[in-house]
């Protein structure tokens, strides 16, 4: 056992109380928190800041207001709910679109369906605090349904894949692209059965793959190979992310994002603090890649920084 | 160098775990406070009941009382005396008691009883005494003390072996017409010790007469054995007056020293003096805490032991919860285990100790079992979260009975004490286990599940040692070091230990 610590170490993998206290806690400050905690939040930092996010439609903040979902839905097909302040996926709701004869009724990804009643439920279940972290009364969001682009069709079942990249003090250090399986049920959290694929960071090309902690080359539903795939728009991805360090002045921050058919990139959320699966995603220990910026702070444009990744990176 | 986290958080953890440390010493070797839990103390009480018939006039009687007792601590003394005035005092032989009466008639008795405990750091502090002077005595007895004074001398060559050859020459069966003449016929061991003091003296060695008490078992009717106390120049030495033999039995406990009898009395005839013995065990905390009273004085109230006995119950459970939380913190982060909640299996573990650990842990899986299976029915009633909750509360309270009531009927009785599991937990645990597996699917529910109860295990385990039970309520201080600890595990940085097996793919690869 010395010796898997040894050799962990040599590997530079962080482990989550190293990562608590070396990075969440030094680079992060408590005040920042809620901008990323509260999604509501992010969006609308983001959008003033002309960041693209997926449209909001509405927020219901009281269980009267889930009276107004028929109405804040209205001629969408596809929509998402989910809670402002969800931890880890819960609570997400996605209605994939409406079958076409019924009223009143809502397509789910995995093909059931439920009815507005059970909709309005489950938002009023989200405002009573039930997927929020303190178990705290919270809001419900009901945004655009990102469309997916085609290009990871191939390997994702259902659901939207998405980009996760881990942002220390405004330098992209790694990125995955989590896709949802079967097991995931549509979802991109990789504790939920999603797959993480580890990208190359100055090529945009994914690499390795990880599916519940263990390393995979293949889709478990397809069988299709996940590395080698090409993320479209990259460099725009980069930017994204590296820019929500300006965005939220957390030193040490999780950037999920999207590709989304019509709009290009999007910013889904963000995270104060980010999982540690994305290093065996990428089979990099993450270290060596934090320590190299770890000195003085850097106030150079996002243009500047992502120009000097590759040596920033080593 | 301060200005580092760790390096404060070390020195503070240090600079806890020293005062802890040093308090814990301190009580356990200074005021004596057992480490251990099942350590008994004997103490042993000590009775001189006097009987005399009350003669004319008033009446004053002086009893010698233990004073100086070297390996013994007086922890408590007191004196049955109806209707008599008494003062104890100290005097020249150690310590008196005066009795004293206007009148009364018939036979008397007075009593005085002594608690005393062993305690080897008492020794006999007295200074070192003059030169005594040399008795003078009449002849043809000077004669006869400057002869066998000046045989024993030339045969030793200290106090110590002029002493042991001055009892030798005593003691022996076939005596010299000297020892014949100074002892007188049929001596007893007081006599041989007294007339021991008078040569010692004769030859400037300063020499006392005392007498005390074998202290074993029970007896009705303790003698008074005289003990020799020499003085070598530097410290006194003891002897016993009949073998010659140096040294003081850890058993002997002094009464009163010099050549004065026992009791003395004014108005009164047929004095009688009877000793009785009796040892018992003592709880060796009270005994610690009477201890401490004596050395600390009112600080010894700033204690647990001064609280009124059900508070002092209520913390020896309250001090034990620290120790969980411990036991928690130490699962968590450092082994990394996944459990609901944190600190509310410390409430469980507590609930552990009423049921015991194995009717605990079923009890428990099968209340949360129940309450999961009907929660998932309330699920689909579509409900407002804090009637519902309230409502796998009522279910909760109520399968609780059931169990009660069944397990009654079945006559087992462990099933009885699930009515001290903490319901509104056990309601709480059901609704984010319920989350959990509708969100993340039941293998993650379960493995939560299993690792909740497992931590509440290990932590029933840990506060229902016997010695940590009975280290955080005598040592109360002990906090300071689970705080230390608290603090170290809260800068730990290094891997936990699942997170070897998280991070096993990089291990793997590396092998390829």
């Known amino acids: 056992m010395p010796g898997r610590v040894r050799r962990l170490r040599a590997r530079g993998v962080l482990g989550i109380n190293a990562r608590n206290i070396e990075f969440v806690q030094r680079y992060n400050p408590r005040s920042r928190y809620p901008l990323v905690d509260d999604k509501l939040r992010t969006k609308r930092l983001a959008l003033a800041a002309g960041i693209a996010v997926p449209e909001l439609y509405g927020v219901m903040s009281t269980p009267h207001d889930t009276a107004r979902l028929a109405e804040l839905v209205a001629g969408r097909d596809a929509f998402v709910i989910k809670p402002a302040h969800g931890s880890g996926g819960d609570g997400i709701l996605v209605i994939a679109g409406r079958p076409a004869r019924r009223e009143g009724q809502f397509r789910l990804l995995d093909g059931g369906q439920i009815n507005e009643a059970e909709l309005r439920f489950h938002a009023t279940n989200i405002i009573s605090g039930r997927y929020s972290l303190g178990g705290h009364r919270d809001q419900a969001i009901i945004e655009y349904c990102v469309q997916p682009d085609p290009v990871f069709a191939g390997v994702s079942d259902r659901g939207v894949p998405d980009v996760r990249v881990l942002v220390f003090r405004g330098y992209p250090v790694l990125a995955m692209l989590r896709l949802p399986t079967r097991e995931s049920r549509g979802k991109a959290n990789l504790h939920q059965g999603a797959i993480g694929v580890g990208i190359d960071l100055l090529t945009g090309c994914t690499t390795h793959a990880v599916h519940h902690d263990t390393a995979i080359d293949e889709h478990p539903d397809t069988g299709l190979p996940v590395s080698g795939l090409e993320v479209p728009h990259w460099s725009q991805l980069l930017e994204l992310a590296a820019g929500c360090y300006e965005l939220t002045g957390l030193g040490y921050l999780g950037v999920d994002l999207v590709l989304d058919r019509r709009h290009g990139p999007l910013i889904l959320e963000l995270n104060a603090r980010p999982g540690l699966n994305i290093q065996i995603a990428n089979r990099v220990g993450l270290r060596r890649r934090l320590a190299r910026l770890a000195g003085a702070a850097d106030d150079r444009p996002v243009a500047e920084r992502l120009a000097r990744l590759a040596e920033r990176l080593g | ?512």
Request: charge should be neutral; charged fraction near 20%.
């Open chain 2, 1 to 512: 160098m301060l200005q580092n986290r760790g390096t404060r958080v070390l020195l503070l953890s240090l600079a806890l775990l020293a005062i802890g440390l040093a308090l814990m010493a301190y009580k356990w070797r200074v005021l004596g406070f057992p480490l251990m839990p099942e350590r008994q103390s004997t103490v042993w009480t000590v009775e001189a009941a006097v009987h005399f018939d009350a003669g004319p006039g008033p009446i004053k009687l002086n009893l010698y009382i233990p004073g100086l007792t070297p390996g013994f601590a007086i922890l408590d003394e007191n004196f049955v005396s109806r209707g008599y005035g008494a003062t104890p005092r100290y005097v020249s032989g150690g310590r008196e008691l005066q009795w004293a009466k206007r009148r009364a008639r018939g036979a008397q008795s007075l009593y005085y009883r002594a608690v005393v405990y062993r305690d080897p750091t008492r020794v006999e502090d007295d200074t070192t005494p003059p030169f005594p002077s040399r008795p003078v005595l009449a002849e043809p007895f000077g004669t006869a003390a400057a002869i066998l004074v000046e045989e024993v001398g030339s045969r030793s060559a200290d106090p110590a072996s002029f002493t042991q050859e001055l009892l030798k020459r005593l003691n022996r069966p076939e005596r010299d017409e000297n020892v014949d003449l100074l002892l007188g016929p049929a001596p007893d061991a007081v006599d041989i010790a007294r007339t021991a003091t008078t040569l010692l003296a004769s030859a400037l060695i300063p020499a006392r007469l005392l007498r005390g008490l074998y202290l074993q078992d029970q007896q009705r009717n303790a003698q008074i054995v005289p003990w020799l106390m020499v003085h070598d120049g530097t410290r006194w030495l003891y002897f016993d007056p009949r073998s010659g033999e140096q040294g003081l039995p850890d058993n002997f406990l002094l009464w009163w020293s010099g050549p004065d009898n026992l009791v003395s009395i004014d108005g009164g005839r047929n004095l009688e003096v009877r000793f009785s013995v009796s040892s018992s065990v003592m709880d060796p905390l009270a005994l610690a805490q009477r201890r401490s009273e004596a050395h600390l004085g009112p600080l010894a109230q700033l204690s647990l032991f001064a609280l009124p006995i059900q508070t002092q119950a209520v913390y020896s459970v309250i001090l034990l919860v620290p120790l969980g939380a411990l036991v928690v913190a130490f699962l968590r982060n450092m082994i990394g285990v996944q459990t609901f909640g944190t600190f509310m299996l410390v409430l469980i573990a507590l609930a552990f100790r009423e049921t015991q650990l194995l009717w605990g842990i079923l009890l428990f899986s099968l209340l949360v079992a129940l309450g999961l299976g009907l929660r998932f029915y309330l699920e689909r009633l579509h409900l407002l979260a804090v009637p519902r909750i309230g409502a796998v509360l009522t279910i909760v309270v109520m399968l609780m009975l059931a169990v009660s009531i069944l397990s009654h009927r079945l006559e087992l009785d462990p099933g009885l004490s699930v009515a001290l599991f903490p319901m509104v937990i056990l309601a709480m645990t059901i609704e984010r286990m319920s989350i959990v597996w509708e969100e993340r699917g039941a293998g993650d529910a379960v493995r939560q599940g299993v690792g909740s109860l497992l931590v509440a295990a290990l932590c029933y385990l840990a506060m229902d040692l016997r010695w940590s039970r009975h280290l955080v309520f005598v040592f109360p201080e002990s906090l300071l070091l689970i705080l230390a600890a608290m603090l170290l595990i809260g800068r730990y940085t290094g891997y936990r230990l699942l997170e070897l097996r998280r991070f096993r793919e990089f291990l793997r690869l590396e092998q390829d």
